[in-house]
């Protein structure tokens, strides 16, 4: 390992690997490094069986970073897409029902006529968001209805953030509808006019669409090849037991951070002219907190949702269930464990044998973090006795896996934005601190790519500069 180099990536999931490899590419001298045995963090395919399974993200949004990157690293034959009309269901007084696209909303039996009236109300009508801060939960309640929080935006909460609507905040989680209502006073003429303002701003270019994909041999695919691409400039089993400010007033191209390593090989010192942390909030909060002492309570005061991915395999003779689409999500107020479940096998070829189903549910989240502290065999027990009724389940699974996240997915809950704020404050003391990951503009592997790539180009131009 050098003892000096131009950046410093700490931490080797999507958004640290993203980083280091745009940086490399654009010439500057980069190393990453993690305290894990393998990088990438929670994206991990796992092949077994006759199943290909994820551990982690199911699937991912594409988007132009995402498209990008994959061309760079050259992915894009090998990504495969869910047909985006395919059916998604909610769990509704104990049978699957189907959830309408489009304008056929309105016309849902999902929606009560209170709710109805409500988007009407917010069509024609005006409103401001109150200050400084609300959640999910409150907006819903406040513009529409219990009834459109209970069946559909908390399920679709769980499903995103596994997270507590009363807990989230709208702004942070959901920043298009925050904007939309306090620009126009109506979400649904706010949240037009920012397409449209996007569809111009984008001209004539082709604008991705965010197709659920993955690729041929699952999500790991993109990070065995950044990790293959940054070679022995990645290390792995390295863990970073302290840093330090160097002087600000240096010359430009002198090393402005030290970071004392533990690896394999014993203690060891790097200097960096720059540095990103794309770790946990926790791990980030104890770095930083020498530097300054207020680096650690907005990085600790972000909570994290823990996730049980309990993965079941079916012959599809014992599923009455045709499994047509994308899944379902669970209302809270079903009273079940699971969040939501995939249907995997419907979504992409290759995930399970001919003849069979591979069906994912998630487990755990913020509003039942208890559930973790089962085994792994009653968690199985638990999502096969609460499948098996909703899909006319009639054997027990031929195949099965559970991976256990404790820190799966951060919460953007009510005052995210003024913690990140308190980051962004902090961080201008440190010229050449730079901070990415999925608690910053999103969880999803898509947005924290993208990210990445903006963090890692504001180092470049700062090299340019």
């Known amino acids: 390992m050098p003892n000096q180099v131009q950046a410093l990536v700490v931490g080797a999931g999507i958004s640290g690997l993203a980083s280091a490899f745009a940086l490399q590419k654009s010439g500057i001298l980069t190393i990453a490094v993690d305290s894990a045995a393998r990088p990438g963090g929670v994206i991990h395919s796992v092949k077994r069986e006759g199943y290909l399974l994820e551990c982690g993200p199911q699937s991912f949004s594409g988007n132009s970073a995402v498209t990008s990157i994959s061309s760079d690293l050259g992915l894009q034959s090998e990504r495969l897409l869910a047909d985006p009309k395919a059916p998604r269901y909610v769990l ?13 909303m309105l016309a849902s039996t999902l929606l009560s006529g209170g709710t109805r009236l409500a988007l009407l109300r917010d069509m024609f009508g005006k409103s401001t968001p109150p200050e400084p801060d609300e959640s ?11 009834t459109l929080l209970d069946r559909l935006v908390g399920p679709f ?7 507590d609507p009363e807990k989230l905040s709208l702004r942070a989680a959901f920043p298009i509808l925050y904007a939309a209502e306090k620009n126009s006073g109506s979400v649904i003429r706010g949240a037009l006019k920012i397409m449209k303002a996007r ?6 270019a082709p604008r991705e669409k965010a197709t659920l994909q993955t690729f041929q041999d699952g999500n790991e695919s993109l990070i065995e090849a950044l990790a293959e691409r940054l070679g022995n400039s990645l290390y792995c089993n ?6 330090q400010a160097l002087d600000p007033a240096a010359e430009p191209t002198a090393p402005r951070f030290r970071a004392t390593l533990r690896t394999p090989k014993g203690e060891e010192v790097i200097e960096a002219e720059r540095l990103i942390l794309a770790v946990p909030t926790n791990v980030a909060g104890k770095l930083l907190a020498p530097l300054h002492a207020d680096f650690e309570s907005p990085f600790c005061g972000m909570e994290y949702a823990g996730i049980a991915v309990v993965s079941l395999g079916y012959r599809k003779e014992d599923v009455a269930h045709a499994l047509d689409g ?9 009273g079940l464990a699971i969040l939501g479940t995939v249907w995997n096998s419907s979504l992409f070829p290759g995930r399970a044998p001919d003849g069979q189903a591979l069906l994912t549910s998630f487990v755990g989240g913020a509003t039942n973090p208890g559930t973790l502290k089962q085994s792994p065999e009653e968690l199985l027990a638990q999502v096969h006795e609460e499948l098996t009724p909703l899909l006319g389940i009639r054997k027990e699974a031929v195949f099965r896996n559970v991976t256990v996240w404790p820190r799966a997915i951060p919460q953007y ?3 995210h934005t003024a913690r990140l704020a308190a980051i962004e404050k902090l961080r201008g003391n440190f010229p050449g601190l730079y901070i990415a990951g999925n608690f910053w503009n999103g969880p999803a592997i898509g947005t924290c790519i ?3 790539l903006k963090v890692a180009n504001e180092i470049r131009v700062s090299f340019a500069n």
């Open 92 to 104: 509704i007084n104990g049978k699957l029902q189907l959830v309408p696209m489009g304008p056929g």
């Open 136 to 146: 999910v939960a409150g907006f819903v309640r406040r513009k529409f209805s219990a």
């Open 157 to 163: 909460v769980s499903g995103i953030y596994a997270g």
């Open 199 to 204: 569809k111009a701003a984008a001209g004539e």
């Open 238 to 243: 390295v863990e970073v037991l302290s840093l």
């Open 326 to 334: 994308f899944g379902f999500l669970v209302p809270r107020s079903a």
């Open 413 to 415: 809950n009510v005052g």
């Open 450 to 452: 993208e990210q990445a």
